[in-house]
Structures are given as C-alpha cells and as structure tokens.
DNA sequence: TAGGGGATCCCGTTTTTACGGGATGGGGTG
DNA sequence: CACCCCATCCCGTAAAAACGGGATCCCCTA
C-alpha cells in the first residue's frame, strides 16, 4: 500500500559556503532528498542551470550578494513555473516576510531552525503545505488578524452605504440618482449624513475611510 | 545553561469522549504539559472552570455540541485573557480556519496530525508561536496572496502618491498645495495625470482604486 | 543634441460639490 | 399620540473640481 517515493530534486541558493554545504550534505543523506545544484546568487543560478531541470524545490537565501532574494522570486517563479519557493534566511521583520510571501514563496523558515525542521519543511513545501517558522506564523496571524479589527460600529443606513459604494466606484451624484431612482437631492441628503457619520467634508475622505473601515 | 521548563497547564474541550481520553494521556504522559481540565462542551468548561485557573492553552475543537468552537473563541478570549486557544478540529474549510483564526486563535492544527505533532502544537502556542497544519498555511498564503494581486503595474511618480495620499486624508488640492509647499495649479495637474492612469475621473474614484491597487 | 518625462506654473469655463436652510411622508417607539 | 429617524424632495450660493489648452525648467537617455 506504501506509494513509491518520488526522489525530489532540490536547488540551493546561499551565498555562506559554509552552510549551503552542510545544507546540501544533510540533504543528500536523505533518502528521498537530492540536490545537484547550488548557487551563491540568482545571477548564478538563472545563468547557469539546465533548461531541463527538474527541480521540485528552490531553497532559497534572501540576503545575496547582487539581486535580492525577494527581487528573485518573481524571476524564479516565471522561469520555473513548477517549482516551489522555499525560504531560508534569517531576517524576520515584518516587511521581508510579507513581501516574499506576497511575491510567491511557498514557505518560510529561518535558520536558526534545526535541521531537521527544515528537511520536513522541504517535504512539506514539495507536497503542496506551507512550512512556517511558528514566529513567521505568528507574523502572519498578526498581520491577518489587524486586517480584520473590531469595527468601531459606525452603523451606515442601507441608502448611504449603497451610495457610498457607487461613489467609490467614480459615480458622481447625478449618475447615482439615476441609478437608485431618485432625485439629486437625495443623493446628496445621503452624502450630507455620510459626511456627519464619518466626520469627513469631502467625497474622498469619504471615500477612504468607508473602505478602511471596511463598510464597502 | 538550560533554563528551568515551567510546566503547562492545557485544557481540552472535545466532545469524543475517546479521543479526548487518548489526548490528555498524551498530554500527561509529557514531562512539562499537564492536563487537569477537560470538558465536552464549551458551555461546560465556562460554567465549570474554577476563577484561579492558570491555563496555558486550551486545546479547542470546533465541531462541538451546543455552541460552536468558533463562536466560543472570543468568549473564551474574555474570561481567559492569558490564554492562548490552539483550534484542533477535523474542518479544513477555507471560511471555518478564517474565521477561527479572525477571531483569535493562536494556531490551527487538524485531527489527522500526528500526536506528536499536536504536542509540539502546544509547546509552539506556549511559546508564542503559530502552528499551523501545513494545509492551512498553505490556505491562508492563498488567501494572503489573493488579498496582493499580481499588481498591474500602474507605477505613479512620487508626487503622484504624495498627492494621492493626502487626498485620501481629505485635503482638498488647496490644502494639498501648501503642504506640498506648490502651487494649487501644481496639484492640479499631478490629480490629472493620476486620473489618466488610473482611468478615472474623479476624486473619489481616484482613491477607491487606489486604495484597492494598494497604491497608497 | 534632440526628445521625453517629471515637476512646476498659469488662464478660463463648465460642472460638480458642499452646505445652509428648508419641506413631506412613513415607520417605529416610549 | 407625540417624537425621532429614515428616505425623499427642493432652492440657492459659494467653493471646489474637472478639463481644455497652454508654458517653463531640469534631468536623463537614445
């Protein structure tokens, strides 16, 4: 009943010796981990490595000497579309993270986890999972949960939170009226008591914070 | 050098009597978790849990007779303000986890992981980490990176955003010109050009998109 | 060196907003 | 049954925005 295992081919690209060495000993000494390739830049790597590469899982550095390894995703990404971006570095401030995320990277983990957390994490990124550092994880929660923060209960009528939105997609009052059915007069009564409710003056400070309170 | 390990307090709702049973032997069978509270409903543990509690984590499960795990989570939140609340549950379903997550748990882990995968869970909340079941990581990198599209590369020149920005706050272009240190013809044309790539011909509309292009 | 883009400035007209100050009818509530 | 809120409608004015159609200067690049 046991699948075969499919060997995975792995590539590196860290620019400390040192460590993409030991990196790619521990790999190989995996049985169903291989890693022919190592770099110690992106150049390297998009200069040198075969069209036909197979390869399931980039490791990838941030910190490299010439392109950035956030830089590098995208370009990774386009020239490999089947493989998946791993990364190992060791900055966690907020921004790196996302940003890398955002861009493509199918995990994050940082170095000072053992080694054997990152050999899982490289089997978990090559079966479709997301390995996470538990503070990367934590980040993101954060970041995710300030997304989405206790609304300050500003309680828009149906017709003000309707014109709100037609407003925000460019309409100008006279186009809304038409569009509700209504006179101009009403429309503009609507955005007089959306004006009180936000305490703003004008339609785009309406505007931004509707949507940043999420009311639209 | 090693630092004393403070043992956890961890209690369980979880409404399989068996596999409840199965989880707090694991639990105490730890060296440094322990396990004295278990319940099968949530109502069960609000009514029953003695004020001078100290509960590290509560192991939650969210398919629960009465009130549902997720609902529980704020309320938990409110009594327990110290503890941390690790979602342990069958359910992978994209809505359940964010809301799960949305109202604040710390981590989110799945019936099918292995035992000792839960149990290094518990250690991770503990700690201030975020573990995650590899599925769901990669769900909400999903949802994150659905939340940042592919930008469509609209790049606005410097002054463009500055101007953007302010409008957003609800400066009006006079307002805007002095901040600037220009004048309001200055404004003027930057809001023009902003209306071009954004095709756009309004304020308000200006800053929706904006907004939603992440722009400022 | 010619051309392009960014930032700056200006004039004038039409359209739209912002707001003060009204009004009416309907639905719900103390 | 008053009272309030909501939705609707109206007038008028001052302010602001939208836009056509210009211009100058600077920096960078083909």
Redesign the interface.
């Known amino acids: 009943m046991t699948p075969p295992i499919s060997v995975r081919n792995i590539c590196l690209i860290e620019d400390h010796q040192d460590y993409r060495n030991a990196l790619k000993l521990a790999i190989n000494d995996s049985d169903h981990l291989t890693c022919h390739l190592d770099f110690s830049s992106v150049e390297a790597c998009l200069d040198n490595i075969p069209d036909n590469s197979s390869i399931d899982v980039i490791l990838l550095d941030l910190g490299l000497p010439g392109m950035h390894g956030v830089t590098a995703i995208p370009q990774l990404l386009k020239q490999f579309p089947q493989t998946k971006i791993l990364v190992l570095t060791v900055y966690d401030h907020k921004p790196v993270v996302l940003q890398a ?2 861009a ?1 990277a ?2 994050y983990l940082l170095k000072s986890d053992h080694i054997l957390t990152i050999l899982r994490g490289i089997d ?1 990124v090559a ?6 550092n ?2 990367i ?2 980040m ?2 954060t970041t ?2 300030a ?2 923060p206790a609304k300050p209960e500003i309680d828009l009528t149906e017709r003000e939170r309707e014109t709100l939105g037609l ?4 309409l ?1 009052k006279k186009e809304i009226a038409d569009q509700l059915g209504v006179s101009y007069h009403t429309v503009d009564t609507h955005v007089r008591n959306i004006y009180a409710k936000l305490q ?10 509707a ?2 309170l999420d009311l639209i």
């Not at 079966?127 to 996470?132: C, D, K, Q, S, V």
């Open positions: 995320l955002a493509g199918s995990g978990e079966n479709g999972g997301a390995p996470l538990s503070h994880a934590r993101i929660l995710f949960n997304v989405r407003l925000a997609k460019g100008i703003v003056h004008n339609l785009s400070g309406a505007v931004a914070k949507i940043h």
